[in-house]
């Protein structure tokens, strides 16, 4: 058995290959998963879905509960016309009498040809990859990676304005523990854009992500409340500020409200901008937004699932595109 | 974003409509349901499924557990060769982390074409209709309504019997807190039926439920046991009495004897009646009965295969007698 | 309603068959098993999959949880093209209830053409098989049996050392309370087997399994280790021995160290035998025999799924031959 590389750079060629960390991804990959998700967003518009991946089959293993990814995945999977297994209770069974990760995985993907792994714990997924011989696509592992996640945020921006070149990004919420949002700036990072934050002083983005773009000619500005910031926004990313990070409830009430989004706020903003959020909201942003055009944020669940199905598509040697 | 009448009749055409309750339904649009059904049934019959909904896509999501209706749904969605996701543990996830229910179904939806809910609570469905795009089937939501498991019930009696018209109905059981009763009565009062309501005094059928077919040529008796209804009854209809209903343990232990179907007490019945029960069942129809012609009640599962396989068709705009 | 006749001999013909036992299956049955499961393997390793079942559909009842086998199943119907409906929380629904085993087969069986059910209980998936009008395919009852398991052993023996008839198969570890040694000694019987078992002293194989194979022309040794029987052996058949049967944990201790099989250990063994486990392992196999050619342990899972792919086929009439 000849082990793959784990975490190797697409470089160009994704058949076989682990999808585990937004690291992996050149420039150059974004533009070959994109293409094939236009063409694919195209094509299941037209038609429903495809016959793309017919028989080829996906175990979809969620050691953490997550029915939007998992749901993603498996509608993905389907609309390619091939099979899935949606596994959500592994903690009942194999596991509980002692099974290794590394077991189950291996175990369950020899009745298939992609795995999906969801996992609470950070490099969970990789150390599963050490040992599978399918390609892993890393379904969120904790504090660690969402690749899926962060690449059709991107790809949203792209669809509903066109481009990724030199926009303006303001990201709003709890930046120093939001997954998404380290993902997203890091994906940017490569198209030259100028990346507002905008959070509580208790919650900024991290040095350890900031620092690296500073030579990628990435304009950086912290702030601490929206106001001045939407005129010049193209894409307003909303995360959720969680109470219980705060000291000081008092702070949080006050702060939460300067961050939620409502029809009011949104007059400074530009007509064509857009409204993300990686969802569930629990109030950043009013449910009055929802009507208006420049909500993105159920869309992107529907991007979501043309990038998963290219995903799926591309490390199984597949294009819809030829 | 236009928003679709919620609760809005048939009137002859099902594209695009939610069914959340029986009341939409003229006799005519039962007629239409009725007559795709009963094609749907020869074609399953003949050859085990069609592709009339390939590529189509449903999110089944019950938020509350019910195996028979989920799996029916699931199952009369992939019989005419569609997709499904059932989701079955939305409370374990987003729903835990504050999303609203309307945030999870608009989610959802996105990666679909149509969507079924189930809900403990009564109009929790209807709720979800208000902001749901794509065609939303109610599942069932607490002591609201179950429209298909209504409509299900009196496509067996048509198909069983052959027609509808001024047959007699006994129901019996808990009339006051049956809810198929309720439903299906309502659905019968359409076609001058002669309704028997057989229930302990505490359990009669509620006067709001009795009273709007007084105008309708309906004609509706009660009575305390089944002793002489039964030579003329054309469809006995059997629930499940629930002893914690009663406050008295003996009294309950009594009547419930009095209701047992066993196959002494047909021996008054007709002999090309049915007997029907929405199941689950605990006690009220004896095994033995299980092996007589006239038990209708498994058979009831499999119509209500053939009823969500064409309301999902219609809904969809298609039909399988085109 | 005929009834069919429960846990009849197979006799050649799978058609509406109910597979409970493996006591149903001759040599010649066995015969007819693996050569439509060599034939599938070849088609899906050639194509990914089949159409042969399309438009069936199973209904895949789990009673008890367990990942593995229900993903065999689900998998395996799917990739003849079928629909599955796999069902993991009965206990909380129509069951909670008060509804019976039998009915719950019954109703769900509406939907589909085949039936697998796994219940904690001996015995409780013949009680369900004898109300069932679709075929009932045994996915484990409790301490009963396991008769895929079996078969699936059995085929991967087939598969790698390319026959079955006289061969050497030395089973380790808790043979008393194994199930899967108990029916793979059985199915090995018809075929002049030499059977090793390796086995601390309180958990030997019981004699109401050695002894019928006596007047049949089996070798049947007793070990308590393993030194001297692996030269000979073309089949390690290793089993978990859990720690709670014993009465001392320091004799638990030495007796696991010895049975743990390692590189070193199968420095005896001979080139071209194999190393199986029916999973999930805790230690008994080291890691680093994984990468081993021996090794057949995950392998065994993909012929389980031929194995069930094929039954699924000829009990609903249908081979991957014609």
Redesign the interface.
């Known amino acids: ?1 000849q082990k793959k590389a784990i975490d190797a750079p697409i470089n160009g060629d994704f058949t076989n290959k682990n999808i585990l960390s937004i690291g992996q991804f050149s420039k150059k990959d974004i533009d070959i998963l994109f293409n094939e998700a236009a063409a694919t967003e195209k094509y299941v518009k037209k ?3 495809t016959d793309l991946l017919k ?3 996906l ?1 979809n293993i969620f050691f953490e ?4 990814t998992s ?2 995945f ?2 993905a999977m ?2 390619h016309g091939g ?1 899935v ?6 903690a ?3 596991v509980a ?3 290794t990760l ?3 995985v ?3 993907e ?4 992609v795995t999906v792994i969801r996992h609470s714990e950070m490099g969970a997924v990789s150390v599963a990859a050490e ?1 599978a011989q399918n390609p892993i696509i890393n379904g969120g592992d904790g504090v660690g990676e969402h690749p899926t996640q962060a690449l059709l945020d991107l790809f949203t921006i792209k669809q509903r304005l066109g481009h990724l070149d030199g926009i303006t990004v303001t990201m709003v919420g709890d930046l120093k523990n939001g997954r998404t949002v380290h993902s997203l700036a890091q994906l940017l990072s490569h198209y030259g854009a100028t990346l507002n934050y905008v959070s509580p002083k208790e919650l900024t983005m991290p040095k350890s992500y900031t620092d690296p773009f500073k030579h990628k000619g990435i304009a950086q500005l912290e702030h601490q409340t929206l106001s001045g910031v939407l005129p010049k926004t193209d894409v307003l990313y909303v995360t959720r500020v969680q109470g219980e990070r705060f000291l000081d409830p008092q702070e949080y009430e006050r702060l939460k409200l300067t961050y939620t989004i409502t029809p009011k706020v949104l007059k400074d903003a530009k007509k064509d901008m857009i409204i993300m959020h990686p ?4 109030g950043e942003i009013d ?1 009055a937004v ?2 208006d055009p420049r909500a993105a944020y ?2 992107q ?2 991007y979501g ?1 043309y990038v998963r199905m290219s995903l799926l598509a591309l490390v199984l040697g597949r294009s819809i595109q030829k």
Chains 1, 2, 3 share one sequence.
Do not use: C, W
């Open positions: 058995m038609y429903d879905g028989r080829k089959r175990v509960p997550s029915t939007r749901s993603s498996h509608f389907e609309a099979s297994k949606t596994i959500e209770n592994v009942f069974s194999s009498k002692g099974e590394q077991d189950t291996r175990a369950l020899q009745y298939a040809h040992v969802l569930p909201r629990v449910t929802d009507s159920f869309e669940m529907r699932m």
